[in-house]
């Protein structure tokens, strides 16, 4: 059973950083494109950063120079790095793992950039 936890999120002031994890289990994680995605209330969900299995990465425009993703393989680790922090970033970040036809969803973590 493959599971994907995210863990990591909270409140944090505009300006502030944060560092979400995904803790990967159930598949050969290695193989796997890895993302992150947020949903902000009343909005669709959107890719914010994706590495591949070959470790590269693209990202949203809204999030370039401020968001860094990292994977450690041999911990089956995901990672988001966020800076710069700002109101707009404000939304539930859901861990993604993509292989061909393979689509799998962590349940989230909330972040709220807030003064």
């Known amino acids: 059973q493959v599971q994907l936890v995210e863990s990591g999120g909270g409140l944090v002031q505009p300006g502030g950083s944060l560092r979400l994890s995904c803790g990967a289990s159930?598949?050969?994680?290695?193989?796997?494109?890895m993302s992150w995605f947020r949903q902000a209330p009343g909005k669709q969900r959107e890719l914010v950063a994706q590495?591949?299995?070959?470790?590269?990465?693209t990202y949203a425009d809204s999030v370039k120079g401020r968001f860094t993703i990292a994977r450690d393989n041999a911990k089956m680790t995901l990672y988001l790095q966020m800076n710069s922090l700002k109101p707009e970033d404000t939304a539930v970040y859901y861990c993604?793992?993509?292989?061909?036809?393979?689509?799998?969803w962590g349940q989230g973590t909330q972040v709220t950039v807030s003064s």
């Open positions: 993604n793992a993509d292989l061909s036809q393979l689509h799998y």
């Open positions: 590495i591949t299995s070959g470790f590269t990465t």
């Open positions: 159930g598949l050969i994680f290695r193989f796997y494109a």
